[in-house]
Nanobody
Framework: QVQLVESGGGLVQAGGSLRLSCAAS????????MGWFRQAPGKEREFVAV????????YYTASVKGRFTISRDNAKNTVYLQMNSLKPEDTAVYYC?????????????????WGQGTQVTVSS
């Protein structure tokens, strides 16, 4: 089992920045590919970004590319999502997820473990 706890969400004005963190415990963190997803009210959960076990491969959905950066610190068992130039349409609950097979996938069905989510609200 892997336990994931997100933090760092909050209310920010459009154009501002936030850094989300996801702390993992329970298994060897460096064995897992890690992803970030988000879900806005009334919408499906959508992929945001993914990072491979080593951190050498990253992939982003088109709407956040150039604004968001995913990174990880395996010594701290933590994955981060730096979000810059935030827009109101980025408002959602953000979830981190762990993939034991390191598929670097954009589909939520590839992930084995999920955190409880952290709310990000961007005001216009």
């Amino acid at each position: 089992q892997v336990q994931l706890v997100e933090s760092g969400g909050g209310l920010v004005q459009a154009g501002g920045s936030l850094r989300l963190s996801c702390a993992a415990s329970g298994r060897t963190f460096s064995n897992y590919g890690m992803g970030w997803f988000r879900q806005a009210p009334g919408k499906e959960r959508e992929f945001v970004a993914v990072i491979s076990r080593s951190g050498g491969v990253t992939y982003y959905t088109a709407s956040v590319k150039g604004r968001f950066t995913i990174s990880r610190d395996n010594a701290k068992n933590t994955v981060y999502l730096q979000m810059n130039s935030l827009k109101p349409e980025d408002t959602a609950v953000y979830y981190c997820a762990a993939d034991s097979a390191n598929k670097v996938a954009a589909t939520q069905y590839a992930y084995d473990y999920w955190g409880q989510g952290t709310q990000v609200t961007v005001s216009s």
